[in-house]
Nanobody, 114 residues
Framework: QVQLVESGGGLVQPGGSLRLSCAASGNFFSRYDMSWYRQAPGKERELVALISREGRRNYGDSVKGRFTISRDNAEKMMYMQMDSLTVEDTAIYYC????????WGKGTLVTVSS
């Protein structure tokens, strides 16, 4: 069983930055592919960024060049640095862990507004 807890969301102005964190429980964090998803009001949940157990990174087209995903296996943490934020980035951001089964956090709200 894996528990995931997101933190770091909040209100930021357009052009600003935030850093999201995801803390994982359990003993096999290094074996999981880890991802950030987001869901904006009235929209479906979408993949934002993924970092595999081997450290390979993939990003959604809308965040390439602005967001950076990383992980610390020793600390069982995943991060996402979000720069040049726009109002379109407003959403609830969810942490996901996958090792044959999906685990989800409860999400952290990011609001980009002037």
């Amino acid at each position: 069983q894996v528990q995931l807890v997101e933190s770091g969301g909040g209100l930021v102005q357009p052009g600003g930055s935030l850093r999201l964190s995801c803390a994982a429980s359990g003993n096999f964090f290094s074996r999981y592919d880890m991802s950030w998803y987001r869901q904006a009001p009235g929209k479906e949940r979408e993949l934002v960024a993924l970092i595999s157990r081997e450290g390979r990174r993939n990003y959604g087209d809308s965040v390439k060049g602005r967001f950076t995903i990383s992980r610390d296996n020793a600390e069982k943490m995943m991060y996402m640095q979000m720069d040049s934020l726009t109002v379109e980035d407003t959403a609830i951001y969810y942490c996901n862990a996958n090792a044959g089964k999906d685990y989800w956090g409860k999400g952290t709200l990011v609001t980009v507004s002037s």
